[in-house]
């Protein structure tokens, strides 16, 4: 199972080595990291996704609330949060290709970045049953390259 997490920390130098430490030191596999910077100048927020049990879950807050730069900790439960994730994604083509690229670029609301003689990399945001779903299609014209920001999400409640 599968579980997203954010975690405000302090925006300080080594946070993120001790969270990635606490991780790693009981063995439990990171799926997705993010971190980034809020509103507040001061505090940074990590999204993680960490695969597991509900054991597994409730060990990683535990230890993570004992950090001693970790302000707060939420265990996002299915439906109770937004998420997203940005896709770079190179893909072959040529004059034969182009165009049903493109109309699929325009089905899932994907943005063309780049154009080169034999390939375009495409700018894809979403969840993660999209992302899944727009890399599969690709896949038939031939991945040439592709990065992934991983999740990012924010609670539903203000």
Known sequence: MRHTISVLVANRFGVLTRVAGLFSGRGYN???LNVGPTHDESVSRMTIVVKGDDRVLDQVIKQLNKL???LAVQDFREGEYIDRELVLLKVKADEKTRAEILQMCDIFRAKIVDVQPKSLTIEVT?????????I??????????LSRTGKIAL???S
Not at 136 to 145: A, K, P, R, W
């Open 30 to 32: 990171i799926d997705t």
């Open 68 to 70: 001693v730069d970790v």
């Open 126 to 134: 979403g969840d993660e049953g999209k992302i899944a779903k727009f």
């Open 136 to 145: 599969f299609l690709m896949e038939n014209f031939g991945i040439l390259d």
């Open 155 to 157: 609670p539903r409640e």
